[in-house]
């Protein structure tokens, strides 16, 4: 079955700093991967998928995530953070010919002034 | 554009009761999948509907059951509520089968 690692389970960093989730996948033949963010009392928003193409992939709000197969990994970063992204962030995972999203726990980023 | 709705937004029920959740799609989205997220998880997968048929399912008993209607609503029903039910449920509708999905802001289900 797949599944997803997060590896943090929060992250602290002060405004302005740059910032790196990462995440981890079990390996499949084809997968599509995904980053969500989730603000307090409210559902999922989509920053950016992976489907094909290049590996280097840009999303909402400055923030990109770089697809490496040979390491099974997705890791989110944003070069300089601002308040407003302090939420819980989600990486996720479908294998190809599958209709279920597999979540991480998700990382909860704190971003102090 | 009108995103994805759900009601209630918050739902208090005793265990062993019944419960029916209701979420309105993104017009023109003829996919709709619930998922359940505890507190502290990630989210998990409880089902897809597809054109109103089920189209897979996730590691949950019969008692979670759902429905899809032509107009781009669906439901979720769980009977015979236990407390481990208590968790955010969350809606989420795509284009189609393999399109990324759009979330609704969840219903909050208290089981005491």
């Known amino acids: 079955a797949q599944s997803v690692t997060q590896l943090d389970s929060q992250v602290p960093v002060f405004e302005e700093a740059p910032v790196e989730l990462r995440c981890n996948y079990s390996?499949?033949?084809?997968?599509?991967l995904f980053w969500y963010v989730q603000y307090p009392n409210q559902g999922l928003q989509l920053l950016l998928k992976?489907?094909?193409?290049?590996?280097l992939v840009k999303g909402i709000n400055g923030f990109e995530a770089e697809f490496n197969k040979s390491q099974t990994s997705f890791h989110l970063r944003k070069p300089s953070v601002h308040i407003s992204d302090t939420a819980e962030y989600f990486c996720?995972?479908?294998?190809?010919?599958?209709?279920?999203?597999?979540f991480g726990k998700g990382t909860k980023l704190t971003v102090n002034p | 554009e009108t995103g994805v709705t759900q009601s209630p937004t918050h739902l208090i029920k005793t265990r062993g009761q019944q419960v029916t959740l209701r979420c309105s799609s993104q017009?023109?989205?003829?996919?709709v999948s619930w998922y359940q997220q505890a507190l502290g998880q990630g989210p998990q997968f409880i089902f897809q509907?597809?054109?109103?048929?089920?189209?897979g399912r996730g590691n949950f008993p019969p008692r979670f059951s759902g429905l899809q209607f032509p107009n781009y609503s669906s439901e979720l029903n769980v009977n015979a509520l236990e407390l481990d039910d208590s968790a955010l449920y969350l809606c989420?509708?795509?284009?189609?089968?393999?399109?990324?999905?759009?979330f609704g802001n969840g219903t909050r289900l208290t089981v005491t």
């Open positions: 989420a509708s795509s284009l189609d089968r393999s399109s990324p999905l759009h």
């Open positions: 390996s499949s033949v084809s997968v599509y």
């Open positions: 992976y489907l094909s193409g290049s590996t």
């Open positions: 996720a995972v479908r294998r190809g010919g599958s209709e279920k999203l597999v």
């Open positions: 017009s023109g989205h003829n996919t």
């Open positions: 509907y597809y054109r109103e048929e089920e189209n």
